[in-house]
């Protein structure tokens, strides 16, 4: 029975998944201190990922309700989807700040060390330098040719007039993308592995590895979940679930590809050139 209202807000439904998910959240870490601790016996990662299924299952199920919520004509207003929209661009904002930690990290101790000190002077660990003209200025092209794609299939369906040949752009635009973002995946897992089997680069051997790794991890972790984001979207473009007024789930994933094409430059620049004085 077809419902109406007369406000602009979308009010929820008693829902399972907040609760899922916190009790989720929690396994999995408590999980992952029980697994890391050095005092804990027969310490098994068991807990952390029952907490990480738990977790991936309510996004799953969280998510898909909001999907089927937006297809309709009610629950999703213009006013929704700007909260949306705000929504998006604050969470964009607390991950800024969590690069920025690592930022911090890295240009401090690159800066104003205080540690391994000779006499009075400071002597730079012995590091085996990465060209950074190789294959990390390979990767860098792959990701910004992802993000001219994902631009393409976005302008596509934001001016298009919803005929085959634009559904189409804007289908390829993402599977290209999508196709990029594993390629990067691949290159950085070959470039890790180059460095830790051949170079000796060590997680915790030094600042400078502890930082490259954590930075450049974290931003490959960002790699994979923009890729399943931007894969998602290429799904839903095939099951007709965008239109030119009505994506916000396409501006979300191309908003969060574009932040993850921008870290990715500041870490080439600073990381890779100016870190190792190339």
């Known amino acids: 029975m077809a419902h109406e209202k007369n406000h602009d807000y979308h009010i929820l439904n008693p829902s399972i ?17 029980l697994w890391m601790s050095p005092n804990v016996e027969n310490n098994q990662p068991y807990m952390f990922i029952i907490g990480f299924i738990a977790v991936l299952y309510t996004m799953f199920a969280w998510w898909s309700e909001v999907v089927v919520e937006g297809q309709g004509e009610i629950d999703h207003t213009p006013v929704v989807r700007i909260g949306l929209r705000y929504g998006f661009i604050l969470f964009i ?26 006499g009075t002077e400071y002597t730079l660990p012995d590091i085996h330098v990465v060209d950074p003209f190789h294959l990390p200025l390979i990767n860098t ?99 007709g679930h965008f239109t030119a007024e009505k994506h916000v789930g396409f501006e979300a994933a191309a908003w969060y590809w574009h932040f993850v094409d921008v870290v990715w430059l500041f870490l080439f620049v600073a990381v890779y050139i100016w870190g190792q004085g190339a």
Request: with cysteine; net charge negative.
């Open 93 to 118: 904002m607390s991950e800024v700040m969590f690069f920025a930690a690592w930022f911090w990290s890295f240009f401090k101790h690159a800066l104003y060390s205080m540690h391994t000190y000779y």
């Open 141 to 239: 092209l792959v990701l910004l040719l992802s993000g001219c794609a994902v631009t393409w299939a976005h302008h596509a369906l934001v001016h298009g007039t919803g005929t085959e040949q634009e559904r189409k752009d804007v289908s390829t635009g993402l599977g290209i993308a999508v196709v990029l973002g594993i390629i990067f995946t691949i290159l950085q897992g070959y470039e890790y592995r180059e460095l830790i089997l051949h170079d000796d680069w060590t997680f915790g051997g030094n600042i400078f590895y502890s930082n490259f790794f954590m930075a450049t991890g974290f931003h490959g972790f960002h790699v994979i979940i923009g890729t399943i984001f931007l894969a998602v979207c290429w799904y839903r473009v095939a099951r």
């Open 17 to 33: 998944w907040p609760l899922t998910g916190a009790v989720g959240a929690f396994f999995m870490l408590f999980g992952a201190v």
